[in-house]
């Protein structure tokens, strides 16, 4: 029995890593887990497994438990595994298209809800030479470096932020999230010069293409780390992330909650609101306000 770790998932085909690097080409027995909720039984990308080499794939004996799992919502509603074993969430955002707030903030909820780390890539800071994409990606990093996550400007163009970011992933299991195109497998390849290699042997394993992402990927990078990239979203909800989730991803708002004149305030237009009042004393941020309603308003309403 061998050990390794699930690297990507195309239906019923899996590549798993062993312990020495070597990737095999694998099959998952449809019982291998025979308890718990239908969508956490399948292996997914981050998987621990152990694994017997068959005649012409490796065939999975055993889904070590998982620290986490991130699920989402399929087309139909209906949760779905994606990935897991993640320490870290980095939320890719580039100058172009410009930082998307709403989705940051669903993706803070989601990384706590998981128990995980956050942090902020702002890519494609080559870009950022008019005035108001500039002055877009510097508000973008004060308000997220203001609530204690790291922001990390980036470039794979001029290589600006790569040694910063190999550095944050080194020693842990880190998942790349973000709007497509934002530059996700650009820097993924960036941290790993060797992997246009590496994508050209999966290719040749799964039929992939190079361009938009469409599953995800675990990478080994040679400065240490694994990395996940991920395929693109246009929006993103944590299935029925738990209260504590959304309160730990909007901490400066959690830190106002018990201090509203009613008890039962909604934070829209009750007086004497000291989540409004924090807002128009500049201390908290409109949008992180209009989220994180947003957010509180879909778990209501999905619980
Ligand atoms: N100017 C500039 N362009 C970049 C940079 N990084 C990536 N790009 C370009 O952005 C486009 C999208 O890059 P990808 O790496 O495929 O984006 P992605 O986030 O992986 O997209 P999906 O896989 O669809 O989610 C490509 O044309 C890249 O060449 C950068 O730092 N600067
Ligand atoms: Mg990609
Ligand atoms: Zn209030």
Redesign the pocket.
Known sequence: MTHGRVVARFGAALIVRDGTGELHKAISPRNLVKQGPEHLRAPVCGDEVAFEHGIDKAVLTHLMPRRNCLVRPDHRGRPRAGVSNIDQVII?V?TRPSPDWGLIDRYLVGAADLRAEAAIVI?????ALEDTVASHVAETQALYAGLGYPVLP?????GSGIEAMRARLAGRTSLLV??????????T?ALDPSLEIRVGVLSALTGEGR???THAHLYALPSGGDLI????VRDFAPYAPDREALLEGFSEIAARLGHCRFHNCQHRAEPGCAVKEAVEAGEIAATRLRNFLALSTEMRNSA
């Open positions: 890719v580039s890519n494609k800071i080559d870009l980036a470039s794979t163009l001029t973000g709007q497509s195109g934002v530059g996700k497998s650009s820097l390849r361009h938009t992402t990239d991920s395929p693109g």
